[in-house]
């Protein structure tokens, strides 16, 4: 049972536009949410986290938005430039539980 | 400020031979998780340790097994290699098995 679920597994956005990425948890003992960029043959580098307790967190252009009662956090990027072109896994920990993560979504952005 | 590093970058392994690979946390850390990738996967958690104790241990056999020095630095031992442990094996550093989790760039295991 995979305990983080991502979607979608790729995405192609336009130079410019805005890429956005959902994931969904069921354990609520989760109480960090981290999501990392990893690009080929590199190993994954947080990018930007959330805790429960807010709905939003902004890193210049990089947006995690937090749904509690929904179970659901998505990440935004926002005026997505080719450089971004990489996989983004969402990631959840908490209570007993070590960093799990989702299948990861393959994102491209074209010129 | 270093980074989590990790050694060595590729090896290629026979079916039935042993490996180690090695970890050398962030300057500050004191716990060292490994994960294993498979290609077009996310990570999956082995195990984790701190003072030095195996402290959380995923679903993974017992072929997989690890070390945690004085010095915070960790070893990730795999006896009886098998084609399928053919994958990238991170290594992640936290302070105090927080998850806030910083990754090194991995060693690319491949069993022949």
């Known amino acids: 049972q995979q305990q983080v679920k991502q979607s979608p597994q790729s995405l192609i956005v336009q130079k410019g536009g805005i890429s956005i990425i959902n994931c969904a948890y069921e354990?609520?003992?989760?109480?960090?949410f981290p999501w990392y960029q990893q690009f080929p043959g590199k190993g994954p580098a947080l990018l930007i986290a959330?805790?429960?307790?807010?709905s939003e967190k902004k890193e210049g252009r990089f947006t995690i938005s937090f749904n509690k009662s929904a179970k659901q956090f998505s990440l935004h990027i926002m005026d997505s430039q080719p450089g971004d072109s990489a996989t983004y896994f969402c990631a959840a920990f908490g209570g007993n539980t070590p960093l799990v993560f989702g299948k990861g979504t393959r994102l491209s952005v074209i010129a | 400020d270093a980074g989590v590093t990790q050694s060595p970058t590729h090896l290629i392994k026979t079916r039935g031979q042993q490996v180690t690979l090695r970890c050398s946390p962030k300057s500050g850390h004191d716990t060292v998780s490994w994960y294993q990738q498979a290609l077009g996967q996310g990570p999956q958690f082995i195990f984790q340790?701190?003072?030095?104790?195996?402290?959380q241990r995923g679903n993974f056999p017992d072929r997989f097994s690890g070390h945690q020095f004085p010095n915070y630095s960790s070893e990730l031992n795999v006896n009886a290699l098998l084609l399928g442990d053919s994958a990238l094996y991170l290594c992640?550093?936290?302070?105090?098995?927080?998850?806030?989790?910083?990754f090194g760039p991995g060693t690319r295991l491949t069993v022949t």
């Open positions: 354990n609520t003992a989760f109480d960090y």
């Open positions: 959330i805790r429960p307790d807010v």
């Open positions: 340790y701190y003072e030095e104790e195996e402290r």
């Open positions: 992640a550093s936290s302070l105090a098995g927080l998850g806030e989790q910083y």
